[in-house]
């Protein structure tokens, strides 16, 4: 059964998974990211509080995010085809994966930002700190740990939903599963790929909770 | 010469549900330069909500607020910006960055101003050694002791020469030996820099021990205000004298009838005065309390007597006291 084509396709669906989960996780966050510093500055209780920012932008992510992800992949397929050239394959499927992830990252970044201690922003200000340094400074580097929980979260859930991708022939690992799982019937290979999965995000999820622990400072 | 801190009618309401709530209500004062001004009050007197106006941490609605001349409430955001690395501020529970070591903290305000970071790295370790503390440089504030901590916090806050040094319950979350020795510092700094220092706490033993004024707040007003001998000899508000007398909750057990806290100077500590009205008025006298604490430099001594049961000689011997020329004032309803 597993003779060298499906070894060689095995391999090339894994090398698909990961190049659409970090590609999608990295555009993730060059939207999600400003996104959620937005959102925690705009807020109420931020160091820039701006009602009306802070609501639209709240709208827009909360829209974004209530649209499942299934219905979204179709949604979104003439971006996909205007920015790729093609709504199949590894690199068209990162653009649902990253309007997905966006809002999604967005909202943890946001979060994360806002366990940053008051007290220790108060003392930048008292200090003469201006917002971008502050933002800079004080919030991104005090609140480093638990935004790199929040990578290793972003990247489990990208990786999941580029498996659900493989509904409408998304490449990778998910693409092959549902291929011969669903429509062939052969679940061996159906099997083989969902280990290969399981592998792999015990590994992303060991690397980034590692990562955070030993660059976090706070307890000793 | 025009004080380095003058602060006229302000007043700072918050918005809290449906009502108002007024934190700080038309206060107006003075500090020199050099001096250690003190503000106590009990929580929620809105001591914090004060001293943050001073930097604009909180804006005032109304009122305005001079720092050695140039007034804070006109200033761009840029300029307001510049004007604070010359008001330092340190805090009841430090706000250090967890995430840099003590040497990278201290480092920090001078980034801010654009330091370089050589120059600043050589600041740094100069005012480690100012706070004593040259061997933690590497260390982290989750490593440090609250003592510790509040070392770095100041020498965090002496990086940029300020003018003016803001302590909001500095040592609230100390022990008393540690505050002590923070006060200390504080003491220091004050002397050797000429730094301006206003000291927020509920502890009148902090203002005692460092302040050389005292301001009175309570719930949002400035209720009094004057030299801390002053405050300590004849508090003249009932809010003063409870600030003052909550060091005796303890003897509430001895309490009795009548009671009165007798407080005198240096000199007066040479007259035999408790034996004298003894003996003047052949009537027993009971002493609950006794201390003597140095303030500014000059010992003071405070007793809490119980008077007679006969209301008379009671009277007569307050007017002893009084012709004596010592600080004499009913205590019984604030014991206990």
Known sequence: MLDKVIIDMLIEGTVATLYMTLVSTLFGYIFGLPMGIVLAVTDQEGIKPNGIIYKILDFIVNLMRSIPFLILLILVMPVTKALVGKTYGSTATIVPLTIAAAPFIGRMVESSLKEVDKGVIEAAQSMGAGTFTIIWKVLLAEARTSLLVGVTIAVGTIFGYSAMAGVIGGGGLGDIAIRYGYYRYESDIMFVTIVILVVLVQILQGLGMMLSKKLDRRHM | MEPIIRVENISRTFQAGNGQVEAVKNISFSIEKGEIFGIIGLSGAGKST???????????????????????????????????????????????????????????????????????????????????????????????????????????????????????????????????????????????????????????????????????????????????????????????????????????????????????????????????????????????????????????????????????????????????????????????
């Open chain 2, 50 to 336: 004060l001293v943050r106006c001073l930097n604009l941490l909180e804006r005032p609605n109304e009122g305005s607020i001079f720092i050695d001349g140039k007034d804070m409430m006109n200033l761009s955001q840029a300029e307001l910006r510049r004007e604070r690395q010359d008001i330092g501020m340190i805090f009841q529970h430090f706000n250090l960055l967890m995430q840099r070591n003590v040497i990278d903290n201290i480092c920090f305000p001078l980034e801010i101003a654009g330091v370089s970071r050589n120059d600043a790295k050589k600041r740094a370790e100069e005012l480690l050694e100012i706070v004593g503390l040259s061997e933690k440089a590497k260390a982290y504030p989750a490593q440090l002791s609250g003592g510790q901590k509040q070392r770095v916090a100041i020498a965090r806050v002496l990086a940029n020469n300020p003018k003016i040094l803001l302590c909001d319950e500095a040592t609230s979350a100390l022990d008393p030996q540690t505050t002590k020795s923070i006060l200390k510092l504080v003491k220091e700094i004050n002397r050797d820099y000429g730094i301006t220092v206003i000291v927020i706490t509920h502890e009148m033993a902090v203002i005692q021990e460092i302040c050389s004024r005292v301001a009175v707040l309570d719930h949002g007003s400035m209720v009094e205000e004057g030299t801390v001998e002053e405050l300590f000899r004849a508090p003249k508000t009932e809010e003063a004298k409870k600030l003052i007398l909550n060091e005796f909750r303890h003897i509430k057990e001895m309490r009795s009838e009548r009671m009165i806290r007798v407080t005198f100077g240096g000199s007066s500590a040479f007259e035999p005065f408790i034996g004298n009205a003894v003996l003047e008025y052949k009537t027993p006298l009971n002493i609950l309390y006794a201390n003597t604490k140095t303030i500014n430099g000059n010992a003071e001594g405070e007793m809490i007597l119980q008077l007679p049961e006969s209301q008379e000689i009671a009277d007569r011997m307050i007017e002893y006291f009084k012709e004596n020329n010592l600080g004499v004032e009913e205590v019984d309803h604030y014991v206990g």
